[in-house]
């Protein structure tokens, strides 16, 4: 880098962090039109100052847009693929007219902040322009509805979280998607997911959806569920493709060979009454934490699956007296660590 004001070059490092380093030599004219050819991410604040927003046109991400960066300046970012706002960002109806390589779009309102008057920082319209978008995520925007998402029909991913006005129904339109993740969604049902072709799903606080929802989605590869009561794995025998189970706080399915296909399988909290742990033949990796066991000696049935290579059990008092048992049946697949100790749910 060639000599700079002192001013000039705390400015510099103040605005990019320190990989972009490795690849930008700024900022004199001299450099200028080799800049032009970055294609990477720019993560910090960016200057509101246009020539700054010119010197790097193909960046495909920028993050934390200043508050006085106002929609109209997009134009600047004409190469944009990735675009993530926060609260401080007042957006418009045709805010995202100048964007039309949007691909990710990341929207963060500020209704957590109580103490401020309410802002509407997002309206229904402004989605008509996303016809590139394949992943939208909203956290704590109050005000989109299913109108929205009806704009957008070929996203394939979608993140809500606390976004209240948002339904099943709105979901229902999305014939592509195979990435969902629900956050205090209270208005979202079974009927989400009829035909839907999603391969992963996360699901937190939500009592609405059920056994029989998961059961729709018969593309299904990961499941995540927390603080989702009524799903407890009833019926899952039925989903050819669920290798990947996360299941918290629940009473696990009476029929044990309804996980007998599951790869992967965490219990967090959970209530295991049954003792035919022989049913999940195809476990690699099994994880319990926090658990009850009707019949822990019962584990030891668990080393009878071909496949496994881990056995992780943690804060299961229920245990302790058979510990020793354990290792000698697993030897070195098995991990388990302060098991006289048991956590309250959170």
């Not at 995202?96 to 109580?114: A, M, R, Y």
Request: glycine share 2%; proline share 5%.
């Amino acid at each position: 880098m060639e000599s700079l004001p002192t001013e000039l070059y705390n400015q510099i490092l103040t605005y990019f962090p320190i990989r972009d380093f490795l690849e930008i030599r700024l900022i004199s004219s001299v450099f200028r039109e080799s800049s032009k050819s970055y294609d990477r991410s720019i993560c910090t604040n960016v200057p509101r100052h246009s020539r700054w927003r010119r010197t790097f046109p193909k960046a495909h991400l920028i993050q934390n847009l200043m508050q006085e960066d106002k929609p109209k300046n997009f134009i600047y970012y004409i190469k944009l693929e990735n675009l993530h706002l926060d609260h401080s960002v007042m957006l418009e109806e045709n805010s995202f007219v100048q964007l039309p390589h949007l691909k990710t779009l990341e929207i963060w309102s500020s209704h957590w902040d109580h103490h401020r008057p309410r802002i509407k920082h997002v309206t229904t319209p402004m989605f008509r322009h996303l016809s590139q978008l394949h992943t939208l995520k909203l956290f704590s925007n109050y005000d989109v509805t299913d109108e929205a998402l009806s704009y957008m029909p070929q996203l394939k991913r979608l993140l809500l979280d606390h976004c209240k006005l948002i339904t099943s129904k709105g979901i229902q339109c999305l014939k592509y998607l195979v990435d969902l993740h629900l956050h205090t969604q209270s208005n979202v049902t079974n009927e989400a997911f009829v035909g839907l072709p999603i391969q992963a799903l996360y699901i937190n606080q939500n009592e609405m959806v059920t056994d029989e929802g998961i059961l729709l989605l018969k593309h299904l590869t990961n499941l995540t569920t927390c603080r989702t009561p009524y799903i407890r794995g009833n019926g899952f025998k039925s989903l050819p493709h669920l290798s990947c189970v996360y299941l918290k706080g629940v009473t696990i399915s009476s029929d044990y060979s309804d996980f007998k296909h599951i790869h992967s399988l965490i219990l967090n909290h959970c209530i295991l009454l049954n003792e035919e742990y022989e049913a999940w033949t195809s476990l690699r990796t099994i994880q319990i934490y926090n658990a009850f066991i009707t019949y822990p000696a019962a584990l030891l049935k668990i080393s009878l699956a071909p496949h496994l290579s881990r056995f992780t059990i943690e804060h299961c008092p229920c245990v302790v007296p058979y510990e020793e048992t354990l290792k000698k049946y697993f030897g070195e697949k098995l991990m388990c660590k302060r098991l006289e100790y048991l956590h309250q749910i959170y």
